[in-house]
């Protein structure tokens, strides 16, 4: 006989543990599918962290997008469910002047202010992520002419430009290698639709993946606006006390080590 | 005949008819660019200028640490304000996608005798108070809306507006769940956006009103009731189904031969019992 007392005790307990099962094989589900991070946003995205928190899933800028170009995760695409993403092999981002697929975001996941320059709308400071290129199967690095991605750029010469070498191979030809230019390149992914080869040798991968970071103790001295960074910079003298022990040879000093004897 | 059967199933002609012209009406504003609505049940805008939003998806944002624009409060204020007049789940029979699918497989469970199997329910109505409590911590815990990242509501939404990819196999776990493991196991049970419509509608205006004079005990009503327990006071007493959980479905009302269960307003019906007092 089980008294009331003991009952409810153990109900509780029941309750509390079975809270515990669901949540944690819950919370383990939910973590496993938010950790694509080899996913692009439409422009305007917050970072992922909180564009996961913020998007309510609702896929007014995939329905905003006229080209097609934005996919909301569905079960089995293996991104986090329901958030909205493109793939610029398939369909790249056209980077409409207007941006429909922002405004109409409903809770701020797309921030309008972050494709916003004096006061208007600019595709061009975007930031859907970098286009990195596989110099050892681009075709241009090879010596073949081919500037495919570098037509297709939104901000050709800016984004993409050409460098150009003597391909020292034939002796009479140029070397004409797209190099891409991190500060200016939206992540459209134009360029990843128009490579040539078939699997494209230029291709967009989201910014904390594709770039590093410097840090803050390196600045750029001949850069003003960098510079300016060491304005109200303290100076911090530290004095380091001289060791009175004297040095010790650790080339030549055996040390016994050998045993001369 | 056909009089006959409308007057049986009015109700869920009725609630398939609105299921069915939401949904088309998302796919339109989605595949068409029809401006009447557009989004989905997470979040819309009604003619391109009235938002509504999911105030549980909301709540979950709030607690994942997400900055809540106006036009998110705006929209979760109405559709909680639309569903606390209306009452109950309303949502939840009138609206969700989910509805049709556990109601097919309650359905097929009565056909199939399985509740003569399965008498005993093993687990608690309750349940789905704990899942909101848990989406909620869930939620601040991971910085991610966590009920919205499972939920089989907003996938089965997803899937028919979107693109199904995967989704069915959510529609038919949820269905062989109800069909072989809980009866109204999903939105009976677990499903915390049902609790949450629950509470918020409990002082809904539209309530079903059991006239105890006129029932002869058939019961039929509880056998097709996805919550039964609301429905207490048949045979026993002249009352309104005052509990949060009654999804405002009519399957009671309308399977009803003797005129004792009906619709009515919340406060009109308390004056008449006032008055036989």
């Given at each position: ?261 | ?117 399965e008498k005993r329910q093993p687990a608690s109505r309750n349940i789905r108070y704990w899942a909101i409590g848990l989406s ?9 809306t966590a009920f919205e990242f499972i939920s089989p509501i907003s996938i089965t939404h997803r899937a028919i507006i979107f ?115």
């Amino acid at each position: 006989m089980v008294d009331e007392r003991r009952k409810f005790i153990l109900s509780i307990a029941r309750s509390i543990g079975l809270a515990s099962l669901g949540g944690l094989v819950w919370s383990a589900y939910v973590d496993e599918v938010t950790a694509n991070k080899l996913i692009l946003r439409p422009p305007g995205a917050l970072k992922e962290e909180e564009f996961l928190a913020t998007c309510i899933k609702c896929g007014m800028c995939v329905e905003a997008c006229p080209f097609d170009t934005l996919l909301l995760a569905s079960p089995g695409s293996n991104k986090p469910l329901g958030t909205p993403y493109f793939e610029p092999r398939d369909v790249p981002c056209y980077m409409c002047p207007d941006i429909p697929c922002v405004p109409v975001c409903p809770t701020g996941a797309l921030n309008e202010s972050s494709v916003t320059t004096d006061g208007e709308l600019d595709i061009n400071i975007a930031d859907m992520g970098v286009a990195v290129i596989d110099d050892k199967n681009c075709i241009a690095f090879w010596g073949i002419q081919c500037d495919a991605c570098y037509r297709a750029c939104p901000l050709l010469d800016k984004a993409i430009y050409l460098e150009y070498e003597k391909n020292e191979r034939t002796g009479k030809h140029a070397f004409l290698k797209p190099i891409v230019n991190s500060d200016f390149c939206t992540g459209c992914g134009l360029c990843e639709r128009a490579c040539v080869t078939e699997k494209a040798a230029i291709f967009v991968l989201p910014k904390e993946i594709a770039l590093g970071a410097v840090g803050n103790h390196y600045i750029k001295g001949w850069d003003k606006k960098d510079e300016s960074r060491l304005k109200d910079a303290e100076s911090h003298i530290t004095t380091t006390n001289l060791s009175k022990n004297s040095a010790v040879d650790t080339l030549n000093d055996m040390g016994g080590l050998l045993d001369d004897d | 005949m056909m009089t006959d059967l409308w007057k049986h199933y009015r109700f869920l002609i009725l609630r398939r008819f609105t299921q069915s012209l939401l949904m088309f009406l998302y796919i339109g504003g989605n595949v068409w660019g029809w401006s009447l609505i557009q989004g989905n049940l997470s979040a819309s805008m009604l003619f391109g200028v009235v938002p509504l939003n999911d105030p549980f998806a909301a709540l979950q944002m709030f607690a994942a640490g997400a900055v809540i624009t106006t036009n998110l409060f705006v929209g979760a204020l109405i559709i909680t304000i639309f569903y606390m007049l209306l009452g109950g789940r309303t949502f939840c029979s009138w609206v969700c996608p989910v509805n049709i699918i556990t109601d097919a497989a309650n359905f097929l469970r009565r056909k199939l005798h399985l509740n003569q199997v399965e008498k005993r329910q093993p687990a608690s109505r309750n349940i789905r108070y704990w899942a909101i409590g848990l989406s909620l911590v869930l939620s601040y815990i991971l910085g991610v809306t966590a009920f919205e990242f499972i939920s089989p509501i907003s996938i089965t939404h997803r899937a028919i507006i979107f693109g199904i990819g995967l989704g069915w196999t959510a529609m038919l776990v949820i269905f062989l769940f109800d069909l072989f493991i809980l009866k109204n196991g999903w939105c009976g049970h677990i499903c915390p956006l049902g609790g949450f419509y629950g509470v918020v509608g409990k002082v809904g205006l539209i309530r079903v009103d059991h006239n105890e004079e006129n029932c002869t005990a058939c019961m039929k009503c509880k056998v097709v009731c996805p919550e039964s327990q609301v429905l207490f006071m048949v045979s026993k007493e002249s009352l309104q189904v005052l509990d949060g959980a009654c999804t405002n479905c009519g399957r009671c009302v309308e399977v009803c031969d003797d005129d004792a269960l009906n619709f009515s307003i919340r406060k009109l019906a308390r004056e008449k019992k006032d008055e036989n007092n």
